[in-house]
């Protein structure tokens, strides 16, 4: 029997072409398998097929009317980027673009996140750590709280030594932070080289980098909405 | 054409997939609309948030996954998912439900709805939307093992639900 998660991948077209050769002999060669590869694909074919019917709909006037109204008052895209680019003074983030892409723990010194400006981030006995609005974003903020300002929070997991880390947002910056001797040490921080500042919750993407220092610390999967809420409780012991 | 027009008409003619989406992650018709429409909404007043060159498929379909989040949690809705065997028993196998359309996609939106919603916006995305595993990584700003996991679950639950044979 193929192993579970390499089946679905190959199912679905996700492994490289000798890969998938070997997946399809295998699979090919135990009459489960086949069984299984194939009431799948029947029944993401029949899952397919009734979601069809809403795309084959016509779409209705509430929402169609919606964007031909909007063509009455045209907004010329890069205006209106350029607008909000006036509008909005640069955040410390924004500012702190400058720098390298990635900052790691203990590269950034506490001469550098002062200057009079409230930080999200401090440094303390030369460890990076949170400061008081991300600290409480961190403690007291679940994933599926709306953010309309300050740091977002993502994901929720254990590393593999136990401890627990969440990862956050704060307009184009990005960061991972973990729990450990009552402060949330900040482990990674990513910021976009200048002048790919996306917008909070509207990035395109996440940071590539921060995903891979997720992937490399994590010990199974990330909490739910329910181990989040737990942990919370439990003070993120 | 200016870049505004430009970004109506790909709006636009994205329209019938953004419903499609917003039915497999809702739980009725009704829902998926107003999903829908606040997802529009949305993109037509951050339209200077999206990046030219970047996929507005992909953007649009971030806004709705978002905006879908914050409504089912903020409605506080903390139902206990049913283990699939009973969900498979719910959803039922009535033969006359294949001949009627509108029948199937019920049955469709029901056994999707019985899918815990990490499982409900992975399946929906990769199986109903057709996108690649790394590319919803990317959108759901999940680590690529945890979206193939999330797959597996959601797919043999959705089997034991709906069957893979016809005969069921």
């Known amino acids: 029997m193929v192993e579970e998660e390499k089946f679905f991948a190959w199912l679905d077209g996700e492994l490289p072409a000798d890969e998938a050769a070997r997946v399809e002999t295998e699979v090919a060669a135990d009459p489960r398998s086949s069984q299984l590869a194939e009431d799948h694909r029947k029944m993401a074919a029949g899952l397919r097929g009734a979601f069809a019917k809403v795309e084959a709909q016509p779409v209705p006037e509430r929402l169609a009317g919606i964007v031909s109204q909007e063509r009455g008052k045209v907004v010329d895209l890069a205006e209106a980027r350029e607008r909000r680019l006036h509008r909005k003074p640069p955040s410390l983030w924004v500012q702190m673009g400058a720098l390298a892409a990635t900052l790691v723990v203990g590269i950034i010194t506490g001469n550098l996140l002062t200057g009079g400006v409230p930080s999200p981030i401090g440094a303390e006995g030369g460890r990076l750590v949170a400061s008081a609005e991300l600290e409480d974003a961190l403690y007291a903020r679940l994933a599926s709280m709306p953010a309309d300002s300050g740091p977002r929070i993502g994901l929720t997991f254990r590393d593999k030594t136990g401890t627990i880390c969440r990862t956050f947002k704060e307009q184009a910056t990005s960061g991972l932070a973990c729990r450990e001797g009552g402060d949330w040490r900040i482990r990674n921080l990513y910021q976009p080289p200048e002048g790919q500042t996306s917008d909070y919750r509207m990035a395109s993407g996440q940071d590539p980098q921060l995903m891979e220092a997720v992937e490399a610390s994590i010990d199974g999967e990330p909490f739910d909405a329910e181990q989040e809420r737990s942990a919370m409780e439990q003070g993120w012991r | ?168």
């Open chain 2, 1 to 168: 054409m200016t870049p505004s027009e430009t970004f109506e008409s790909e709006l636009t003619q994205l329209l019938p997939r953004l419903r499609r989406f917003a039915f497999a992650l809702s739980r009725n018709g009704a829902d998926a609309d107003d999903l829908a429409q606040a997802t529009i909404e949305r993109a037509l007043r951050s339209r200077d948030q999206w990046q030219p060159g970047s996929r507005l498929d992909s953007w649009l379909y971030r806004i709705m996954r978002n905006l879908w989040i914050d409504t089912v949690r903020s409605r506080g809705r903390r139902e206990k998912h049913e283990a699939p065997e009973d969900a498979a028993q719910d959803v039922g196998e009535d033969p006359r439900e294949a001949m009627d359309a509108s029948m199937e996609l019920q049955r469709a939106m029901s056994a999707m709805e019985r899918l815990p919603d990490e499982q409900r916006e992975v399946v929906a995305l990769i199986l109903i939307e057709g996108f690649g595993y790394r590319e919803v990584s990317e959108m759901l700003e999940l680590p690529i093992g945890t979206v193939s996991s999330r797959l597996v679950r959601g797919r043999t639950a959705l089997l034991e639900m709906l069957g893979g044979n016809a005969d069921g």
